[in-house]
């Protein structure tokens, strides 16, 4: 349910910060035993030019991955 509406949010556009609502999706997702769809959103992430998000990216892709 809270991935759904996050998703739902994020397509929505307008977001001051697309990728911490985007990480909150990959977490939610995460959490929803979604994991392969989890790992895409995290590499979303991982790709943000700003670092700080890029860095928690790669961290949630490493710890998606361990929960496969």
Do not use: C
């Amino acid at each position: 349910m809270a991935a759904q509406l996050l998703s739902q949010g994020i397509a929505k556009g307008g977001l001051k910060s697309p990728e911490q609502a985007t990480l909150l999706l990959g977490i939610a997702q995460l959490r929803s035993h979604n994991s392969a769809e989890a790992h895409g959103t995290f590499d979303k992430v991982a790709s943000s030019s700003n670092e700080g998000y890029a860095q928690l990216g790669k961290f949630w892709v490493l710890y998606s991955g361990s929960q496969a």
